[in-house]
């Protein structure tokens, strides 16, 4: 996920890397835009996920062993799910993490693909 993948868009975002200090609450706006509570940094971002529009009642998001494929996606040892928000025009679901390594982000597609 990126902050935005030409310059600034149309939300007057532009492309980087947030540096999360923590990732908490998630909610979703305009156009896929997901905004990212970080209570240590004192900050909220807003972050384009790129989402294409597709059918959110034909999401599959029952997914055995989410704690498991969130750790091996994200290469870390151990993680706490903080939030988790669903994209309410693509069915796909972002998760924030508190890992071994930091806070993260992980994206669960309407298949139930963790990234």
Do not use: C, H
Not at 45 to 68: C, E, H, M, V
Not at 81 to 89: E, G, K, Q, Y
Not at 96 to 103: D, N
Request: proline share 4%; aromatic share 4%; no cysteine.
């Amino acid at each position: 996920m990126a902050a935005s993948s030409l310059g600034k868009d149309a939300w007057g975002l532009s492309s980087g890397s947030p540096e999360l200090q923590s990732a908490g609450q998630l909610a979703f706006g305009p156009e896929g835009i997901v905004f990212v509570g970080d209570a240590r940094g004192a900050a909220v971002y807003a972050i384009a996920t790129g989402g294409k529009k597709g059918s959110p009642s034909q999401s599959n998001l029952n997914i055995d062993k989410l704690d498991a494929k969130l750790a091996a996606a994200l290469k870390a040892d151990k993680i706490t799910v903080n939030d988790l928000a669903i994209n309410p025009a693509t069915g796909e679901a972002i998760v924030s993490l508190s890992t071994s390594a930091g806070p993260a982000l992980a994206r669960i597609s309407a298949q139930g693909e963790v990234s």
